[in-house]
């Protein structure tokens, strides 16, 4: 009994000692809990707070059905991150459905959809930059859909896009590309994973980091937490 007693004010203590990462965005930063409870990063413990489904493009719409913004807004009006890192993440359900079928139902080009999306997106960052100590912002994750798979209720609701695996993979670069260069020109801090993600003969993500559920959509974490952690360390080494 006093040796369970100790191992959990030794946990305590523990937790109380390490500095905090708060990441927020969508469902795939679920990853992040995972890291809590299966891997030891020395210094450093995550706190996620997800919104189910959000997007960037929904930022500036209140009335969106996934209340993205006022939920994003409500996190940063209830927490302090003035000594903390924030970390971000979004994008996916936009590259790999919104922005396409914004394009489609509109009959604009995707350039001009992916445009607003990113607008919208770096926007919202800029907002943010005064409200933590160090702001990253992490790729959007490589779509994992595979073409013709209309099973599973992710699949379902993206079936109406036309566009295949391939060019969504493409779309989701091209957009990570583009937050890192605004990152960059606003001294944010950017963490893309494309390179590692990426098969480049298929054009589309490696096999390896598949879901071991073929109806989740989400990355392996147990594959995709060692490189996810190796980026964050060398960002955070002088946090």
Known sequence: MLSTIRFKLNQITYTFLQRK??????????????????????G???????????TASGLD??????????KLDDIIATNNFKNQALLIQL??????????????????????????TLFKY???????????????VMSA?????????????IANLRREVKANLKERTALTIQFNLSMEQFCLLNNIDFLNLDHLLLDNETGTVKKVFLNEDPLDHHLSNKKIYPILLSGIKSLVKQF
């Open 21 to 42: 990462i708060v990441c927020m965005g969508d469902s795939h930063t679920a990853v992040f809990e995972y890291i809590n409870g299966h891997v030891w990063f020395p």
């Open 44 to 54: 450093f413990f995550f706190q996620s707070l997800i919104i189910h489904g959000a």
């Open 61 to 70: 719409n209140p009335n969106s059905k996934t209340q993205t913004r006022k």
């Open 91 to 116: 994008g996916e359900v936009d590259c790999g459905f919104v922005i396409w079928y914004r394009a489609e139902k509109y009959n604009i080009p995707v350039d001009d959809s992916l445009n607003t």
């Open 122 to 136: 770096q926007q919202f960052l800029m907002s943010l930059k005064n409200e933590a100590k160090r702001l990253i």
């Open 141 to 153: 994750v490589l779509p994992t859909i595979q073409d013709g798979r209309d099973f599973g209720e």
